[in-house]
């Protein structure tokens, strides 16, 4: 992420302080819904597990994961975007359910790894 791209930092590197308490209460508000997104996720692997080849099943995983990766970035969480946007180009190119299920587990670090730092 380049200088300037988190929400929580000014273009010249400072912090926006008139803006920190705003985003601080939006950060955490993002983090208190990061383990029901986490939990659509899982069962939406699961669905399409059930049935890889289910075409509906697999853009409804997509979706998901694209939301995921435009609003963990918009509120400063820059590696769920990022595994996000990994996990999006696999699905992409109809990755196997094991690949899948591995992004799984990376995004549910990562976000423990964040709501840690909410804490």
Excluded: N, Q
């Excluded at 939006?26 to 983090?31: D, K, V």
């Excluded at 049935?51 to 990766?69: G, M, N, S, Y």
């Amino acid at each position: 992420m380049a200088k300037g791209d988190d929400p929580g930092e000014a273009k010249d590197g400072a912090a926006a302080s008139s803006d920190d308490g705003w985003r601080s209460e939006m950060r955490r508000e993002y983090a208190a819904g990061l383990e029901a997104k986490l939990e659509t996720l899982r069962s939406l692997v699961g669905a399409l597990a059930g049935d890889p080849a289910c075409a509906e099943r697999r853009a409804a995983l997509l979706d998901a994961v694209h939301k995921i990766r435009g609003s963990a970035g918009a509120y400063g969480f820059g590696e769920l975007s990022h595994i996000a946007a990994d996990w999006e180009a696999v699905l992409g190119e109809g990755a196997a359910i094991e690949t899948l299920r591995g992004f799984i587990d990376r995004i549910d670090t990562a976000a423990r790894a964040a709501l840690a730092r909410e804490d």
